[in-house]
């Protein structure tokens, strides 16, 4: 007799249907949640929205966590606001915010680039004066 055989064998005597019953760590739907952290809170309270704030059109509000850190501005923040306007399920609500994200980093290199040529006649007038003393 085979070693596998003889555990059947062995278990012969156990009721096998509903084995599971009591233990079941692969259904943790069946168990009531727990808390993460004892000092987590019951029930997340919702930001409250502010003016000119985007939301997704198949939402009724915004959902409870959202970001203001980055305010929409310019053209950008104007291509945004008419994607929000498009539902999510047509590609050019995607593709507008896909243009809306190129055109914020052209706008900061532009603006990268003129804080550069402001600073330049700083520079050389800097090093025209120091010449100067220099020369002296």
């Known amino acids: 007799m085979s070693d596998r055989h003889q555990q059947w064998q062995d ?7 509903g084995a599971d019953l009591h233990d079941r760590p692969g259904a943790p739907m069946e168990h009531p949640p727990q808390k993460l952290t004892p000092t987590a809170p019951d029930r997340i309270e919702p930001m409250r ?3 000119g704030l985007t939301h997704r059109r ?12 980055q305010p929409l501005h310019s053209i950008s923040g104007l ?17 507008t915010l896909l ?25 050389v007038g800097a090093v025209v004066l120091a010449a100067r003393v220099l020369r002296r």
């Open 99 to 123: 243009l809306a994200d190129r055109v914020d980093v052209l706008e900061h290199r532009i603006a990268r680039l003129v804080k550069v040529v402001a600073l330049v006649p700083v520079g």
């Open 79 to 95: 291509l945004r606001r008419m994607a929000y306007r498009i539902p999510e399920s047509r590609a050019r609500h995607w593709m």
């Open 58 to 69: 198949e939402l009724r509000g915004m959902t409870p966590v959202f970001g203001t850190g």
């Open 49 to 51: 929205p502010r003016r």
């Open 11 to 17: 278990h012969l005597d156990r009721p096998v249907v």
